[in-house]
């Protein structure tokens, strides 16, 4: 089977790869699964992406490409639903997910997120199939700091991650930091724990052209602001507050604008409204845009013409925002956490902050949006950075590991 074309299915149980970025419970992992199921599609494999219906007007079956098909099993409402409402559909999902494989069927299956595993795992031994489980984000208890993880969105939640770390056939992570959260964590085995970084696409996400670089300086020259972008799911984890404290710290003539795009989860809204107080409390409504969640052109127009990008986050598996701005010759401020820690060369292709308090990230922002010749040379470095990390190669990469599983059966 060393080069054979493999039959692959994806599962996603709590969120569609239809789904816009930013949106929903869409995010990261998104992007990952929708770009390496492409480039596996284009090299010859058979992939199928199998999630929920989540709406009663989405049709069975959504061919994206060829070789790449989207199919929405029945289980639970046909309704958007909060993360957290997933847990109750494990069992009936698994079984739709039985009923769909006797006639589309795999060589393997690669859940994404606890609940797909746990969904995935009795058909896999049911029928023999290997099970490959990625996490994308892991929980840590709720006494423990937010660096630390997600909170349990649902009780099973590590429980199941911690059984899924034991009984999958292979666990394949997107970072060196998320491999020792597996292990240390979960209890995995080091054997059966691979790492598949994420690409980026680095014709969508470029720097700006020399006019366009021309027309931001003419606009500053004239009294217009540079511009700090923070993006991703509106939700607590990921900072959002931290980078409108941060901001607003700074001494109001020399205040950059903020620029926040995304939007909240389904039971997000608390803390959107927070997010918009926190902005008005700081007087910065004039200088601060909430975008919503962006189509990635658009999203990727929005960071080659931002001056820097905050990526605050208290926990990130990766953090594929710093590729997509890395791409674009931005950038990053990121906080000192998780993957972010691979995704950001510290010095060089931007910097980490190892601090929550808002005067620190304030004095970093400033500092930099006064010295222009140090921004230019991290945006130069993080572009060619960028360009080393293609989808075709993190590909590539999966397709080895998954040949390594097969081969071992």
Known sequence: MENASLRIAFVVLHTSPLDEPGTKDAGGMNVVIRAQAAELARLGHEVQIVTRRSSPELPAEVALAPGLTVHHLDAGPARLLAKGEHEVLIAPFGEALAAHLVDHPADLLHAEHWYSGLA?????????????????????????????????????????????????????????????????????????????????????????????????????????????????????????????????????????????????PPDGDAYVRLLHLAVADAGMLATTSFDGALHRGVLAERLRHATLVLI??????????????????????????????????????????????????????????????????????????????????????????????????
């Open 312 to 409: 605050p986050s208290h926990s990130e598996t990766f953090g594929l925002v710093a590729l997509e701005a890395a791409a674009s010759g931005v950038p990053v401020l990121a906080r000192a956490a998780g993957g972010l820690r691979e995704a950001v060369l510290d010095g060089e292709t931007g910097l980490l902050i190892d601090s929550d308090e808002p005067r620190v990230w304030a004095a970093e922002i400033d500092a930099l949006l006064r010295d222009h010749d140090r921004i230019d040379r991290l945006g130069r470095a993080a572009r060619a950075s960028a360009l080393t990390r293609s989808w075709r190669a993190s590909t590539e990469a999966l397709i080895a590991v998954y040949r390594e599983l097969l081969a071992g059966d």
């Open 120 to 264: 995935a795992l009795p058909v896999a031994r049911s029928t023999g199939v290997p099970l490959v489980q990625s996490y994308h984000s892991i929980a840590a208890p709720e006494a423990t700091p937010l660096t630390e993880g997600e909170r349990p969105e649902a009780p099973g939640r590590l429980a199941g991650e911690q059984l899924l770390a034991r009984e999958a056939d292979l666990v394949v992570t997107v970072s060196r930091a998320e491999r020792a959260t597996v292990l240390e964590r979960l209890g995995g085995d080091p054997a059966r724990v691979r790492v598949v970084e994420p690409g980026v696409d680095t014709e969508v996400f470029r720097p700006c052209t020399d006019r366009e670089r021309a027309e931001g300086s003419e606009w500053i020259a004239h009294g217009g602001l540079p511009e700090v972008l923070v993006a991703g799911r509106l939700h607590p984890l990921k900072g959002f507050d931290l980078a409108i404290a941060a901001v607003a710290t700074i001494a109001p003539e020399r205040r950059p604008s903020l620029r926040i795009v995304g939007a909240p």
